[in-house]
């Protein structure tokens, strides 16, 4: 799972999975969840994100033990 910023559109684009993405549907204003071709979640995309979550911290909680890397 990746976190990605985009400071110039105050858009958070959280990646699920390295699969591209076959279709969209916004669930809320400003929220999209992105799908691959079988159907299953790969992306959310969050417009104003600033506005919408507390960018400023990132909790990890029970992650599976058998995760051994976490990169900045």
């Given at each position: 799972?990746?976190?990605n910023y985009y400071k110039d559109t105050d858009s958070?684009?959280?990646d699920l999975s390295s699969k591209s993405?076959?279709?969209s549907q916004e669930?809320?204003?400003g929220i999209v969840i992105d799908y691959d071709s079988d159907g299953n979640i790969v992306g959310i995309d969050i417009d104003n994100a600033s506005r919408k979550v507390d960018l400023q911290e990132i909790s990890l909680h029970k992650i599976p033990a058998d995760v051994e890397k976490l990169t900045a």
């Open positions: 799972m990746k976190l958070l684009y959280i993405s076959a279709d669930v809320s204003e």
